[in-house]
């Protein structure tokens, strides 16, 4: 890696219109932040980019002076690759236009929006992107590399529904991809991450959801638990695409429908959201409400814009974070003993234990179709282990790589956006052979020198 000199840096400024940051910048310190307080790394610059040619010269300028890059989107990453030590953060925070088309019902999304901008503007015409379930997470990280929440299993993944995309390549060349264009690198965007280059838009097929959905948290007794994900794998198997019912067991925080004497301690969080009719989402879920006593429930028609903030508060910035995560082929009563022995240890209050169902329109397509893999496993098993005392590092760290240990009978692969730092071999984890071998060739051709390293790294073979 090189050191720079004020007039190279000058220089790259003369052509950019966004802002270069350096450490000497008063911004820095606020501009070097992610989402993910774990990490306080200190890049030499921050190109904050406001145009596709700016992202064009970081991308030369980086490669012209071999700098270590990092890609920042929405800076959510539980890994903590959009920011690096030394190199250049190539940071798209500031591009979040979003274009809605009523008629062809698509929107085009720059590649540093959040969900929340997609989200506000889709909603003006009833329409949505699926993607994910937190407002504030980036929609560049998670469209790469796979993207799921509520919408996914009536409408696909968000690489299910990306049209086409712009991204800038490792030699500084802007690519349109598409079916019929690039195709082989728009099968790679699709689940590959940021391995291939800087993606400042992407065109996506908007679902019609109207602007309200019946949705809500159940919140069932800890003491029950067993028998209620027992039941739960059952009965989520049983529904309509259009009905998604996930689990969550943590520590229960004080929301206004709770009693008081709940507040703090262990419960089983039943969120849902139907695509539908109320009345028939009411009769789709009372088999929840009707196994096991719960301790109360907010449920109703909900906006969507307000809905997709539900976990907004339980995910907030700055906190430390450890993920932990796998699919689960099942939840058999080997796996639930499991699940629910590391929850009597929860090091923390905000850890979760997140397990949403899969399923669904994902699984109907063919596993090569796009780079994402692994859509036919039911479940995924988050481990959300966050916490807010340094002191508590080692002691987080070690429940959740124990908890995620002693799961690993029960799984099959990994979603890519759910990987910490644990090394190349569990990369491939997140794909299927044939798909690795495919992401290595396309990583051969298109990022040869591996400019695009700092993310789940697919290695160019030589
Ligand atoms: C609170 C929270 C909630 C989440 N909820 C969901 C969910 O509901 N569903 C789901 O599928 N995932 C979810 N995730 C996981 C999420 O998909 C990943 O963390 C994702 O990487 C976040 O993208 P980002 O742009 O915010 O992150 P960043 O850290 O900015 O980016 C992650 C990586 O993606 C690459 N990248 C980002 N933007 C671009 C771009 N425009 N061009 C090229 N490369 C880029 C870079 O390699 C970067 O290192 C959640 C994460 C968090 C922290």
């Not at 995309?165 to 991809?177: E, K, P, Q």
């Amino acid at each position: 890696m090189s050191t720079l000199s004020n007039d190279q840096i000058s220089e790259l400024k003369s052509r950019f219109r966004g802002h270069v940051i350096t450490p000497e910048d008063s911004h820095y310190d606020y501009a070097r932040k992610i989402w993910n307080g774990m990490f306080d790394k200190r890049p030499s610059l921050i190109a904050q980019c406001v145009t596709t040619a700016d992202v064009v010269s970081a991308v030369n300028f980086a490669r012209e002076h071999d700098l270590l890059v990092a890609v920042k989107g929405g800076g959510h990453n539980s890994a903590g690759n959009a920011v690096c030590d030394d190199g250049i953060v190539i940071d798209l925070s500031l591009m979040r236009r979003v274009n809605v088309n009523p008629r062809q019902k698509t929107a085009r999304v720059d590649g540093g929006a959040l969900l929340g901008d997609v989200d506000s503007e889709t909603q003006l015409h009833g329409l949505a992107v699926s993607a994910g379930v937190v407002s504030h997470t980036g929609v560049g990280g998670l469209s790469l590399g796979g993207g799921f929440g509520w919408l996914s299993r009536t409408h696909g993944l968000s690489v299910d529904n990306l049209i086409s995309a712009d991204i800038v390549t490792a030699d500084g060349t802007l690519l349109h991809v598409s079916q019929d264009e690039n195709e082989d690198l728009f099968w790679g965007i699709r689940g590959g991450g940021g391995n291939f280059g800087v993606v400042t838009s992407l065109e996506f097929k908007c679902a019609e959801i109207g602007t309200e959905v019946f949705s809500g948290v159940i919140v069932k007794a800890y003491d029950n638990a067993q028998d209620y994900i027992s039941f739960h794998q059952a009965y989520v198997q049983t529904l309509p695409d259009e009905m998604t019912v996930w689990l969550v067991i943590r520590k229960a925080p004080p929301l206004p429908f709770l009693p008081e004497e709940v507040h703090g301690q262990l419960a089983v969080l039943i969120p849902f959201a139907w695509l539908g009719d109320q009345s028939e989402g009411e009769k789709l879920i009372q088999p929840i409400r009707d196994h096991t006593p719960s301790h109360g429930e907010h449920v109703g028609m909900n906006p969507w814009v307000g809905w997709q903030t539900l976990f907004d508060g339980f995910a907030e910035h700055g906190a430390r974070n450890y993920w932990k995560s796998h699919h689960l082929k099942d939840l058999s009563a080997e796996c639930i003993d499991q699940l629910l022995s590391f929850a009597e240890t929860l090091p923390s209050d905000e850890c979760e234990i997140f397990i949403p169902h899969m399923e669904g329109a994902p699984s109907r397509v063919v596993e090569d179709a796009t780079a994402f893999a692994h859509r036919f496993t039911p479940f995924v098993l988050n481990i959300h282990t966050r916490w807010r005392d340094k002191n508590e590092d080692e002691k987080c760290l070690a429940w959740a790589r124990e908890f995620h240990q002693a799961t690993e009978p029960f799984s099959q692969g990994v979603y890519v956006n759910f990987l910490s730092e644990e090394g190349d071999e569990r990369v491939k984890d997140a794909y299927t052979q044939s798909t690795w071998e495919r992401l290595v060739q396309l990583k051969d051709k298109y990022d040869p020198n591996n400019i695009f390293s700092l993310n789940q790294n697919i290695k160019p073979s030589s």
